[in-house]
């Protein structure tokens, strides 16, 4: 790096965003020097050949395989009747390679025109085209862990992010969908968590542009934050991949520890014709099940027998049978349990949604030029009122060739997604769900004269429903521009520019007949802007070659300089003269704030591979990162990766073997690094000047300079099989795993007489081991009729290797980090039973000093599962098609702390009681799990009982679509291509033991926190009807 | 292959470029910390950064000042957050995250002091005058700082320097209490001499330093020198008054008045959340806790609370609640020391040392805070019945603010009135996170 920084030095003058520029002028430039090496002669007409390629065993026109004249450069593709034409040079007799995604590649020798061709498909996974970092590879020559999800199969899931689609369908990535909340994070793991402090999600990586995956939210919507993947379109995707191990991460060096998930959205095809397609589909989404609360009268029940057992405890409370609350109201009190009346607020917030989807696309392609647009409007709405998302969003693909050997395209998507939002979670005003969940089932909702009342500080629901006003605009643009070169043929330049924008503009109004707006607040406004800009410059020069006719050679370098800017400007205003008043301009009192942060990334990378034969492989691969956020000492790391394969299926004694259709044997080892979620300037000493006191401006320290603060690193060692038998009937891909990242970027906690609390430093160390297995079999496979079968588990140990002192997580210290155990620990005391004699809690006492105390808390449970995966169908029978999907995760732990905020046994005055929680002690010898309701011991006051601790294991069918394809015969009379009516209900069973209403649940967008189920909305279940028309 | 050449050494020129420049960002909103107290502008700005931390929410915002009166007798705990119930209970564990907050925002304070008193010393640009007034409040910061966390725990490491890294303050052993209240003394001597005998009720000054002494040597016990400082105060009487009625020094948003000694500054900028855990759910607040009835049927009582009863308030639905912090925006002024105090003080300094009378003496001190409050004046005539008089004014003149709890402890009667028989729970729990070798737990917790 010495030398470059030197050769930097003495061209400091130009500056890294004219790099684009100077880019786009060397290929400009280059390109005529190019074509002049070259010698061009006039085209001499040898033979023309026409035409057709039909699919083997529907014997229908195959549109879009493309044609090659072996030892030429040219190419043609079949239109939608299948035809292709060629004039050429060449003269009969010659080889055409016939191939096409999907299909078995054809070699044919054409001896006249014209010829027709017949395409097999392939049932082999080894034919598939797969996109790797910077390449893309055959999946028979892939030496690394990748998996790929085919949009098709995921795209009309009611969700919003492309990423909750993915939940199941690949080995190895965890998917957790937080709350129903449309467009609301989720929770994305691949290969587990690798660390604390920075973020464990992974890259994603959209058509070459790396693009932000942190919320912009700063609303507070109880805990939960928005997802920037749902700004773009899944309509518009045409696959994802994730890359797994080092080998396949090492290419995105600092960034590549977490995975990377990189998706292509579609693209036209040369020499076809204009086709526009529309899918339409509506439906409806509702609660699969709500929460199961008591009867207003075992809840008034319940409140007199906690409130007489505490006077009985402790005297001087003066709680007697004869002043309880639920007493007589000829005696002052509520009346009894008995005349206490019924109030459902469940069925008030909770809705049956709509939903509702229009894609429209256009695609094709001249011999030059290839397009796709795409146009769509989603509208999602939430189960729980008044919720929804909606987005529209446009999609512009373009790839032009300029000449036989340079190529420009671009690819662009803009979005705008809206958000009506409403707080449900954590927080005690303005929520939907403590107010509706939380709330005793005998509170009147009104009082006699109509008046809507307001229990226990909390809004009442009916006026939160009818005044909420908090609304989230997101405009998101993705883009890249790009040029090609072929230099040689063989020796590619590309050059591109990309863009990730979002404008992201929040709105909050709460009037005075919200609680936060009431008197003296009299209304509050919030109005925030945060706009996030990521400018992306990128080289590549690829280099392939055969040399003889057994050693492939690859070879790639390139190098990416990379910006990203945030800002945010906010303003509050109270004091509004009355209702009709919104905007802050109106607001009496005013306050504002302003923030920036901005952080660059410069970086290099190759890739070196080598076959002999396609029998042996090597890959190596390498990046160089360096960051402005780290420390002048770790500026720069280097993150190499070694990838090896063996296709055991290319040596003689398997070559003929009729059992073993394919098998593979793969090995890789590397570093990768993780920087995401640090803050831009966190290896810097600061003080604030944000400390102000009596209206003056004041200064302080704000944190501890690190200078040496650098990466976190993680190792992965993994080693896979790859088999296929029965002519690939069987497809079977296991992997194991091994991650150990070291240097963890940790906030360690300092002791607080520094006068800070924590310090940004690396230390600690995590490993995650893992296996992964799938199988797909291709069950049955004949004219009219198919059907296929998917099958994949992942299992994921993680474990938290080192770490000096434990790390508590979130509200009470729930969730606890600490050396041995794995992420998403709970830290409980445990409730070893009921004391029958008496009704008291007994908790384990860890440490047999006779008294339950702090030392007596202990890890019980985690919420990370120990096996999950999917299972699913997928059946064509003439017209027909059917697709079965369940997901499954198992042995993750819930803590349900939608009991712990309700009444806690009566503990808690004029809170609801979760059934499950009824059958508290009361009598003498009674065998139950619930203690004796009292305010004073440790029944109700130890607030982290393992009481709340569930299983959270599930298995749901996450999907089911049936579908029916019209004859052609019948459509083509109306000019139509294909017309497929279709039905498809998502989340339609879930097994579980859990109590709540749904175990894929937490409230906070803690990353550290996991498995807490509070207030969140359950996820629907959804039913929606649709259809394709292509013309 | 010329070419070749060509492009690959403008790809490293043009990506080379990046290398120095394009990795130095520097922030915006912050500045690095080898740049801070340098001149006279920025030495003032520092010491506005140690008030805002006296001011911030877990030290005299809120959490520290709950410590005072939720371990006390007068208040109940009515929201969801049921860690505070531990000190209404007495039973608090060492994993209380009130506690953990409060600890750390006390030498967050100190830190910032620290470098206060480090670095102004050596700042040209100021007059002396100027720097030994921020010299010296920041010593009374400091002082204050160390007060608070003796009475509280006990003894603590005692941080003097300022933290320039991690592992500066490894080596800091846990000090005794006796120690700690030593240090707070040496601040406020070593504060006395620098600051201006004016009065700013916002901000330290050599006025503020006796009333401070006066609560020091009130819980050394010393009673005499109790009696000196507190009377040095209260005899400017033109700028220290007992305002009347009660509510004259709080209500209709009033602040800095001559009831006042030393109070906190809060504005719309930088709000007071004090309020949101008094004030119910109608007024925006959360009503984590409130005055029990006990204290409810006290305050009203027109011959206890007289006209303090503006202390709590009803809300539609009929609970009761605190009402001494209920601005909107929230600008309510943290109360640190009272004029109401000082009389207390001299009262109960001069009972101990045997001065009941009417005039110039612990009765009159006593019935000076009763008149105020539209009270008779007291009838109790023996030491040990002043003495209880004055524990009694203090509960009720003293709320809603940072004393009963510490008031119990000092005069040794929590295990009376507050039925603690564990002497060990006299002092709450060093936070468990900051628990070490170092900084041992206190006894009888773990």
Redesign the interface.
């Known amino acids: ?1 010495q030398k ?2 030197r ?3 003495s ?2 003058l ?3 965003r004219s ?1 684009l520029l ?2 786009l002028i ?1 290929v400009t430039f ?1 390109g005529p ?2 074509a002049s ?1 070259q010698v061009q002669t006039k085209p001499i007409i040898n033979s023309t050949l026409t035409g057709t390629v039909i699919n083997s065993r529907t014997k229908s026109p195959v549109e879009g395989a493309v044609v090659h004249i072996n030892g030429t450069t040219h190419e043609v593709v079949t239109d939608r009747e299948g035809k292709f034409n060629f004039v050429t040079g060449q003269k009969f007799p010659y080889t055409l390679f016939v191939s096409l995604i999907g299909y078995k590649k054809k070699e044919i020798v054409a001896n006249g025109s014209p010829v027709n061709i017949e395409l097999e498909e392939s049932v082999s996974q080894l034919d598939e085209i797969v996109v790797v970092g910077y390449a893309t590879q055959e999946r028979r020559n892939l030496v690394s862990s990748v998996s790929k999800v085919s949009a098709t199969e995921t795209k009309n899931l009611p969700v919003a992010g492309f990423n909750e689609q993915l939940q199941g369908k690949a080995a190895g990535v965890q998917i957790n969908s937080n709350a129903g909340i449309p467009g609301d994070g989720i929770f994305v793991r691949v290969r587990g968590t690798t660390s604390i402090n920075a973020s464990s999600d992974p890259l994603y990586i959209v058509d070459g542009v790396f693009i932000n995956n942190t919320s912009l939210q700063t609303l507070n919507t109880g805990g939960r934050a928005t997802s920037p993947i749902a700004d773009i379109n899944p309509a518009d995707i045409e696959n994802i991949e994730v890359l797994k191990d080092a080998t396949a991460t090492a290419i995105y060096g600092a960034r590549g520890a977490n995975g990377v998930i990189i998706v292509t959205t579609k693209r036209g095809n040369f020499n076809t014709k204009a086709r526009v397609s529309f899918n339409i589909n509506q439906g409806v989404a509702s609660a699969i099940k709500l929460w199961d609360l008591e009867s207003a009268e075992a809840n008034a029940e319940v409140m007199n027998v906690a409130w007489i057992n505490t006077g009985i405890d402790k005297p001087s409370t ?1 709680q007697t049978f004869a002043n309880r609350p639920f007493r007589p109201v000829s005696e002052g009190g509520k009346g009894l349990p008995s005349e206490q009346q019924d109030y459902d607020r469940l069925n008030d917030l909770y809705r049956t949604a709509s939903l509702s989807n229009y894609d429209f696309s256009l695609q094709g392609g001249t011999s030059a030029t290839r397009y796709y647009f795409g146009l769509s409007y989603t509208d999602q709405e939430s189960i729980m009122r008044p919720v929804y998302f909606t987005r529209g969003s446009f999609k512009a693909n373009l790839d032009q060739k300029v000449n036989s050997f340079i190529s420009v395209g671009m690819s662009n998507s803009l979005s705008r997604s809206f958000r009506n939002q409403a707080t449900a979670g954590d927080g ?2 303005g929520n939907m769900m403590v107010s509706t969940l939380n709330s005793a089932t005998y509170l009147a909702k009104n009082a006699a004269d109509g008046t809507p ?2 229990w ?4 009442n629901l009916q006026q939160l429903l009818d005044n909420y006003n908090t609304n989230t605009k997101s405009l998101r643009y993705i883009g890249n521009l790009y040029a090609d070169a072929e ?1 040689i043929p063989g ?1 590619k ?1 590309r050059t591109s520019a990309s863009v990730d924008y979002d404008n992201y503009n929040e709105s909050q109004y709460w009037n005075t007949n919200t ?2 707006g ?4 009299n209304g509050r406004a919030t109005s925030g802007l945060s706009d996030n800009t990521t400018w992306i410059n990128e ?1 590549t ?1 690829t280099f392939r070659h055969r040399f003889g006719t057994k050693h492939n050679f690859g070879a790639l ?1 390139g ?1 990416t ?1 990379q ?1 990203n800017i945030r800002q945010r400007t906010s303003a509050v205003g ?1 004091g509004f003269a009355n209702n009709s008043f919104e905007l802050i301009s109106s607001a009496a ?1 005013t ?1 504002s704030s ?7 990334l ?1 970086s ?1 990378f190759s890739r070196l591979d080598y076959n002999y034969a396609y029998k042996y492989y090597i890959e190596v691969d390498a990046r160089a990162d ?4 780290f420390g002048k000492n770790n ?1 720069w790391g280097y993150f190499p990766s070694i990838g090896l394969a063996w296709r055991l299926k290319e040596e003689e004694f398997l070559k003929n073997n009729s059992v073993i259709s394919d098998l593979k044997l793969r090995a890789s080892a590397g570093y990768t690094g993780n920087q995401a979620g640090i803050d ?2 966190a290896s ?19 944190q ?3 200078p040496d603060l650098k990466w976190e690193k993680t190792r992965q060692i993994d080693a896979g099989v790859e088999l296929g038998l029965f002519n690939d009937r069987i497809n079977l891909q296991v992997d194991l795993y091994d991650k150990y990242t070291s240097d963890l970027l940790l906030s ?10 924590t ?1 940004l ?1 690396n230390l600690g160390a995590m490993s995650n081991k893992g296996y992964e297995l799938t199988i797909v079999t291709n069950n049955i496979r004949k004219p009219g009729f198919s059907w296929q079968t998917s099958f994949n588990i992942s299992g994921n140990i993680n474990k938290i290797e080192k770490l000096p ?1 434990p790390i ?1 997580v979130y ?3 729930w969730v606890r980090m600490q050396e041995g155990s794995s992420m998403y620990s709970f830290w409980l005391y445990k409730q070893l039973s009921v004391d029958p004699a008496n009704g008291d809690a007994i908790f384990e006492d860890v440490n047999k ?1 006779g008294s339950i ?3 007596d ?1 202990q890890i019980l449970g985690s919420a990370t599962p120990k096996f999950y995966g999917g299972f699913n169908n997928s059946l064509n029978y003439r017209g027909f098609d059917a697709n079965v999907f369940f997901s499954y995760s198992y042995g993750n732990d819930v803590y349900n702390l939608n009991r712990f ?1 309700a009444a806690e046994s009566g503990t ?1 005055p004029d809170r609801s009681v979760q059934s499950i929680d009824k059958n508290y002690w009361t009598t003498p010898g009674q065998i139950t799990n619930v203690p004796r309701p009292t ?2 011991g440790n029944n ?2 130890i ?1 982290q009982n393992s009481r709340m601790l569930e299983d959270g294991s599930f298995i749901r069918l996450k999907s089911l679509t049936l579908g029916y394809t019209l004859p052609k015969k019948l459509t083509s009379r109306f000019k139509v291509e294909s017309l497929r009516f279709y039905a498809v209900g998502s989340n339609l069973l879930l097994f579980t033991k859990y109590s709540g209403a749904d175990p894929e649940t937490n409230v906070t967008s803690n990353q550290n926190a996991q498995g807490l189920d509070y207030g969140t909305p359950p996820q629907p279940r959804t039913i929606q009807f649709g259809l394709n028309l292509t013309l | 292959m010329k ?2 050449k ?3 050494s ?25 740049v ?1 107290i340098v001149d006279g502008p ?1 030495a ?10 006296l ?1 911030s929410s877990d030290y005299y915002g809120t959490s520290f000042q709950s410590l005072g009166y939720l371990n006390g007798d007068n208040i109940k705990w009515t ?5 505070l ?2 000190f209404i ?1 007495h ?1 608090v ?3 209380n ?1 009130a506690l953990t907050s409060v ?2 925002a006390i ?2 304070t ?3 002091a ?2 206060v008193i480090e670095k102004v010393p050596t700042v040209t640009g100021l007059t002396d005058a100027e720097k030994n007034r921020i010299i010296g409040e920041a010593y009374f910061i400091r002082a204050l700082s160390y007060f608070d966390l003796a009475r509280t725990w006990g003894g ?2 005692i ?1 003097l320097t ?5 592992g ?3 080596g ?1 052993i846990k000090s005794t209490q006796v120690q700690t209240y030593a240090q707070v003394l040496n601040d406020l001597k070593a504060a006395e001499p620098l600051l201006p005998e004016t009065v700013d009720r ?2 330290a000054t050599k006025k503020t330093v006796w009333a401070l002494r006066a609560r020091y040597h009130l819980y050394q016990k010393e009673w005499a020198d109790a009696e000196i400082y507190a009377a040095k105060v209260i005899s400017d009487a033109s700028n220290y008054q007992l305002l009347a009625p009660f509510s004259a020094f709080f209500a209709n948003n009033a602040r800095g008045t001559k009831e006042s000694v030393f109070e906190l ?1 809060y ?4 709000t007071n959340g004090h309020r949101n855990s008094w004030q ?8 984590q806790w409130a005055p029990n ?1 006990a204290f409810v049927a006290l305050v009203n009582d027109p011959l206890i609370g007289g006209n303090r009863n503006v202390l709590v308030a009803k809300t539609g ?1 009929g609970l009761w609640y605190g009402n001494l912090y209920y ?3 929230a600008t309510d002024p943290t109360y640190v020391i009272r004029t109401a105090e000082l009389y207390l003080i001299r009262a109960e300094a001069r009972a101990q040392l045997n001065n009941l009378s009417t005039v110039n003496g612990a009765a009159s001190d006593l019935n000076a805070v009763r008149a105020r409050a539209g009270l008779l004046p007291t009838t109790a005539d023996t030491q040990n019945a002043i003495l209880l008089a004055i524990e009694n004014e203090r509960k009720i003149e003293f709320a809603e603010e940072p004393h009963r709890w510490f008031d119990l402890v000092r005069t040794g009667r929590a295990n009376e009135v507050l039925g603690i028989t564990d002497a060990n729970k006299l002092l709450m729990p060093i ?4 628990v ?1 070798a170092n ?1 041992p737990q206190n006894p009888g ?2």
Request: with cysteine; aromatic share 10%; proline share 5%.
């Open positions: 790096m470059i920084k050769i930097s030095a061209y400091g130009i500056l890294g790099t100077l880019s060397l280059l020097l190019a090496a003066n005690p005003t009342i307001r226990n500080g909390w809004d230099i020796l330049f609680v936060q009431s008197a003296p607040t080289q020069l370098i190098n300089l910006s109270t009192n306050t302003q923030a920036w942060t901005k952080g660059n410069a290099f360096g960051a402005s956020n500026q831009n300037f810097q000493g600061l003080w604030t000047g944000g400390a102000s006191y009596f209206d003056v401006a004041g200064t302080a320290p704000q501890l300079g690190n360690l906690p300092v002791p607080a007489v520094t006068g800070f609390n310090y430093t002192a508590t509200s009470r210290d000093d105390t702090v030392a808390r905020f808690r305010s004073v109700y006051l607030e | 070419i070749l060509y492009i690959l403008a790809a490293i020129l043009i990506s080379a470029v990046s290398c120095k420049k394009f990795l130095d960002v520097e922030p915006r909103s912050s500045v690095s910390d080898e801070t920025s003032k700005t520092a010491l506005n950064g140690v008030y805002n931390a001011a929201g969801s957050q049921g860690y119930n531990q209970l039973d564990r060492s994993d995250q600890w750390s030498f967050q100190i830190n910032r620290n470098h603590v490491q941080s300022p933290t320039t890294s991690a500066d303050k490894n800091l916002y901000h500054y504005s719309a900028t930088s119910p759910g109608e007024n925006g607040g959360t009503r009835d639905s601005r909107s925006p936070p468990l996170n900051q070490s900084n917790y773990n």
